[in-house]
């Protein structure tokens, strides 16, 4: 997906990644013990700094408090998913800023993770993470882009970002919360049996 071509080259609309469909239902009642189930779910999936995007606490509390404006008026819980860049004080910051109502998880989990994919009515990610973009498009669920200000020419992201919002898989966080409808998007099966069609040809 970094727009290289050549004969032996097949491009990619996304990160390849290691999720299947299969795991993500597996996983589906990992989570639910920990929430209220008289409502519908929206996961928060957070990534974590990095050299493009400024992980300031101001910036985080602007997207936490639009993703608790959506719970209010949507009547919806949340459920927030740090990732492995995510630093500790960010996750405090969100279970402070969420508290008792909402479910944190506090470390890294996997099956948490894959839970939150598969319990979810909405998925936000932020910005930073082309690869939990690309793993959420394989739901077929509505995928918001929590967008944080740049360091500097986040030029690789916007594009990544760019064809996603044209191949109607995410929208802006800040755009009307609805459900739509897309492809899903699983590039590692397919690009799987491409290389299997070329090997064996």
Excluded at 61 to 71: E, M
Excluded at 128 to 147: N, Q, R, V
Excluded at 155 to 176: A, G, H, P, Q, T
Aim: hydrophobic share 35%.
């Amino acid at each position: 997906h970094d727009g290289l071509t050549g004969e032996n080259v097949i491009l990619s609309k996304g990160s390849i990644h290691y999720l299947t469909n299969e795991e993500i239902a597996n996983n589906h009642e990992y989570l639910s013990e920990r929430l209220n189930k008289e409502k519908e779910y929206i996961t928060l999936i957070l990534g974590g700094p990095n050299k493009y995007y400024d992980y300031n606490d101001l910036n985080l509390i602007k997207i936490f408090d639009r993703v608790k404006g959506i719970l209010e008026q949507n009547n919806l819980q949340a459920i927030i998913i740090p990732s492995m860049r995510t630093p500790k004080k960010i996750i405090e910051l969100s279970d402070n800023i969420f508290g008792k109502d909402h479910l944190v998880v506090n470390d890294i989990d996997k099956k948490a993770y894959l839970s939150g994919l598969s319990l979810a009515k909405y998925i936000v990610v932020t910005c930073d993470s082309t690869s939990m973009i690309s793993e959420a498009a394989l739901t077929g669920k509505p995928i918001y882009i929590a967008e944080i200000p740049a360091k500097i020419n986040d030029y690789r992201f916007r594009k990544f970002r760019e064809l996603f919002s044209k191949l109607n898989i995410v929208k802006s966080l800040d755009e009307k919360v609805e459900i739509w409808n897309y492809e899903i998007l699983d590039e590692t099966n397919r690009i799987a049996k491409e290389i299997k069609r070329k090997i064996f040809k």
